[in-house]
């Protein structure tokens, strides 16, 4: 079968995209709707269960296009936390990761945007991959209603962030059709303000955001706070250095009026020294944000001078950014038992098997 053949798949498609086949099939847009709401609010892929749908319309359907369907190969559970890790494998075979992690008072949903990462943080296990692909729409929606699928009565999730697998700024388009999915009305209507977009700092993104006027939150992965530093640390940091990143920040907060997250992995004897701490809180003089402090997590295949930092190195740290910066948290890293914890995530293998 060459591309062009190739069905369309219309998990990928908008609302009003599915409205615009239904008005030219029935002349009407009304049947459009009831399937983006059986594709996006039931999580159904076949037609034949789309009752309330007309047969013609269905079998015009099934004859045309086809609803992809990610199968959820394995989910594992955090002994210590109850964090879940589903790995799925999408209709092309390639497999992604995407966790439910329960908070005391919140539940977090943590999406991939792409299959591996180019990016290469040194301190990321995802990083280690090779990029395979772009995630498309459809399957940045799917991971949620993966996780919502294996919930049990009572459990439920608050926020979606994008910090698993990828850099969500360079799959931008797919990204952004991924939540307008999320968050209409006719599927789950996820409001936008419980979704944040973590980048490691990709400028033009932080642009294109803060020019869209979408009510998305933005967290940005520093992690450093100088330029050698941090390209050590996230080496596209040669591409927009720190200067250029900030630039957009605050463009990013003055377009928005909105409050930006600085996500910072403590790692023991790198970052995490009071000469860090204060070069920290220069940088990010005047910028209305709050500070996550994450602790780096240890995994194979990740440099030995890589280590997680002293619970005496984190106080310090934390205590003197606290009074320069009221808001700043210390984001307990959770599911690290099952490899689910924050730079964790990968999958290596086409054959079902993660790691
Ligand atoms: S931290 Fe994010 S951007 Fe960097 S390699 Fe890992 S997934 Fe990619």
């Excluded at 009304?30 to 079998?59: A, C, L, Y």
């Excluded at 004859?63 to 989910?75: F, T």
């Excluded at 943080?121 to 399957?139: A, S, V, Y």
């Excluded at 200067?243 to 909105?258: K, N, R, V, W």
Aim: proline residues 4%; hydrophobic residues 35%; contains cysteine.
């Amino acid at each position: 079968m060459t591309s062009e053949q190739i069905p369309i798949d219309l998990k990928n498609l908008s609302l009003s995209q599915l409205e615009d086949i239904a008005e030219g099939f029935v002349s009407r847009r009304f049947p459009g709707r009831q399937v983006f709401g059986w594709i996006h609010k039931h999580n159904v892929t076949d037609f034949q269960r789309m009752t309330n749908v007309s047969k013609e319309f269905r079998s015009y359907l099934k004859d045309l296009y086809v609803i992809s369907s990610a199968e959820i190969a394995r989910v594992t559970e955090s002994k210590i936390d109850g964090t879940r890790k589903l790995l799925l494998k999408l209709s092309d075979g390639e497999l992604i990761e995407t966790v439910w992690i329960p908070g005391s008072s919140r539940n977090t949903i943590c999406v991939s945007s792409q299959v591996g990462c180019p990016l290469g943080c040194t301190f990321c296990f995802t990083g280690q991959m090779k990029m395979r692909r772009n995630l498309r729409p459809g399957e940045i929606a799917e991971q949620v209603y993966a996780v919502k699928s294996i919930l049990k009565d009572g459990e439920g999730f608050q926020n979606i962030v994008f910090m698993g697998m990828g850099e969500p700024f360079l799959n931008y388009d797919n990204v952004i059709a991924g939540i307008e999915l999320l968050a209409n009305d006719h599927g789950l209507g996820i409001a936008m303000k419980r979704i944040t977009i973590s980048t490691v700092g990709i400028v033009p993104g932080i642009y294109r955001l803060a020019d869209s006027r979408l009510k998305v939150r933005l967290a940005v992965s520093l992690h450093a706070a100088d330029d050698d530093l941090r390209t050590r640390l996230v080496p596209v940091n040669n591409k927009y250095p720190l200067s250029d990143l900030m630039q957009a920040l605050e463009y990013y907060t003055q377009q928005t009026g909105e409050r930006l997250t600085f996500e910072y992995c403590l790692i023991g004897g790198v970052n995490d020294s009071i000469d860090c701490a204060r070069r920290l809180i220069k940088l990010i003089h005047g910028i209305p944000c709050k500070i996550n402090l994450i602790c780096f997590n240890p995994a194979d295949g990740l440099p030995d001078e890589y280590r997680a930092p002293s619970h005496k190195s984190v106080e310090r740290f934390r205590e003197y950014l606290y009074p320069r910066c009221p808001a700043v948290t210390l984001r307990q890293s959770k599911g690290a038992d099952i490899m689910a914890a924050c730079g964790q995530l990968a999958t290596h293998s086409q054959d079902g098997e993660g790691i």
